[in-house]
């Protein structure tokens, strides 16, 4: 449902997944991370962002819990993409370099362009046109390198 766009449905379908891994206990608590992150996605893109960072944040004490980098770069990711729509461009920039970095080490190729797209739209939000154009340039050599079309698209 996400990904049709149906956000109604897709944060009621988040909000089971979450409801059936709590149902599990404590010590499977942790299987929320996931969907709890999927969730605070779909509220960014619904404009509910208070209720977006409570739910990353929730995510990001799972993921941490769970020792799972991967979600934890995505949980920074999305937690960067509030803060730059709630126009706290330095705490947005820094969340997602933060994120780049777990993602270069866990080798995410297509999340390391995803994050040095949302870098350079950044840096050009704050008129840096120089710098934003060399991370979009790094993002797509990377998507074209790696043969990722749809990161390719986002770069270009």
């Known amino acids: ?3 049709v766009g ?8 988040y909000r089971r997944a979450i409801a059936t891994a ?3 206990g404590p010590a499977r608590a942790v299987l929320a991370a996931g969907p709890l992150s999927n969730l605070g996605n779909a509220l960014i893109a619904r404009g509910e962002l208070a209720e977006a960072r409570r739910t990353l944040a929730r995510a990001q004490v799972l993921a941490e819990q769970a020792r799972d980098g991967a979600l934890y770069a995505t949980i920074l990711y999305n937690l960067g993409n509030i803060s730059r729509d ?5 705490e947005a920039f820094a969340l997602h370099q933060q994120s780049l970095a777990m993602r270069e080490q ?3 190729v297509d999340g390391q362009s995803q994050n040095l797209v949302e870098l350079g739209k950044i840096e050009r939000t704050r008129g840096r046109m120089t710098e934003a ?3 979009l340039e790094r993002a797509l050599a990377l998507a074209t390198g790696a043969g990722l079309p749809a990161a390719v698209a986002r770069a270009q």
């Not at 149906?6 to 379908?13: G, I, M, P, R």
């Not at 709630?86 to 330095?90: K, N, P, T, V």
């Open 106 to 108: 866990g080798g995410d």
């Open 133 to 135: 154009g060399a991370l």
């Open 86 to 90: 709630e126009g706290r461009i330095d």
């Open 22 to 24: 709590e149902r599990l």
């Open 1 to 3: 449902y996400s990904e």
């Open 6 to 13: 149906d956000l109604s449905q897709a944060t009621a379908y």
